[in-house]
């Protein structure tokens, strides 16, 4: 899809949007469809643009993914888990329902913030402030975003993490097939792990290069990635691009937690800590996903930050 058609589509629909960078290279921020942020080059967008989201709405029976650079919550599961509240699965109202409001910008840099109040699958609800803070840069064939997600505690009271845990989580989405693979640092085998109850090794190699992920599957699968990695890399031969993912080191205080989409009625603390993680689908789309830290305890004002880079490169 061309930006062009893209912003024609928002505007069709009575749907807000912010443009970082140029009509050329840069990216396009949804502010009325949970903030979802969509990187273009020469005009042709590369992420996933699901175009039935653009003027849909979600519901709990429904979920309209979508698509490219999402920011949610972590953990999903576990009893401190923000998508189990009402016992099944579902994306927070109030993430599918926010609205981003655009605080400072110039060309080629963004802040938005929306208001979010979650509650966790052990009944306990917070308020907070959600900050994507995007710059961009481009040099012929790349393109650069970077990108601060920030989650603000604005409640009145301490909660410790028996009661509340919270982290950034940045979760970006691509189209794909068997013209792609993903491809991980080299890392032993403790250091990948399957958060679905399923083993998806067999679509996994060692190779020169790192562990060589498949994109074509008939079952869905997500992988936890150990703090020990620095980026993740997704090549789409087909369209002829790459991005590589990027995740800054966490600020002293914050700490790593297992994301898992884990039984809501039990605890995480068996579950490994993932820096980063990634996520195929069957139906043909996948995400490369980058987490932060939570704090020791959520005090008033207290604000988690995870800087995310993801550079974009012509084949």
């Not at 609205?99 to 963004?110: D, H």
């Not at 803070?133 to 028996?162: F, P, W």
Request: hydrophobic share 35%; glycine share 8%.
């Amino acid at each position: 899809m061309l930006i062009k058609e893209l912003t024609e589509r928002y505007k069709a629909a009575g749907r807000r949007y912010h443009i970082v960078g140029d009509e050329r290279d840069g990216v396009i921020m949804a502010l009325d469809v949970e903030g979802r942020i969509f990187a273009f080059k020469d005009g042709v967008v590369l992420n996933r643009v699901n175009e039935e989201a653009i003027a849909g709405i979600s519901t709990r029976d429904n979920y309209i993914n979508p698509g490219g650079d999402g920011f949610w919550p972590a953990p999903e599961g576990s009893c401190l888990g923000y998508e189990y509240p009402t016992g099944n699965w579902r994306v927070p109202p109030s993430l599918t329902n926010a609205r981003y409001l655009v605080k400072k910008s110039t060309q080629n840099t963004a802040l938005a913030e929306a208001e979010v109040d979650l509650v966790n699958s052990s009944g306990v609800g917070m308020p907070f402030i959600f900050s994507r803070d995007i710059t961009v840069s481009s040099c012929k064939k790349e393109l650069t975003v970077s990108i601060t997600e920030g989650i603000e505690y604005i409640g009145t009271r301490e909660i410790a993490q028996s009661e509340a845990v919270i982290a950034p989580w940045s979760l970006c989405q691509f189209d794909c097939g068997a013209d792609c693979t993903l491809t991980l640092p080299k890392l032993s085998a403790d250091d990948v792990h399957d958060l679905y109850p399923w083993d998806s090794s067999c679509h996994r190699k060692e190779t020169e290069n790192g562990i060589e992920v498949e994109m074509v599957t008939d079952f869905r699968f997500q992988l936890g990635i150990s703090p020990k990695a620095n980026w993740l890399l997704f090549t789409d031969k087909g369209r002829g691009f790459c991005v590589r993912r990027s995740a800054a080191v966490l600020a002293e205080g914050l700490e790593y937690i297992a994301i898992d989409d884990g039984d809501p009625d039990k605890p995480n603390c068996d579950r490994k800590p993932s820096r980063f993680s990634a996520y195929c689908d069957p139906s043909g789309f996948m995400e490369i996903e980058a987490a932060g830290g939570t704090p020791a305890v959520l005090k008033p004002g207290v604000k988690t930050t995870l800087l995310v880079t993801n550079q974009y490169k012509l084949l």
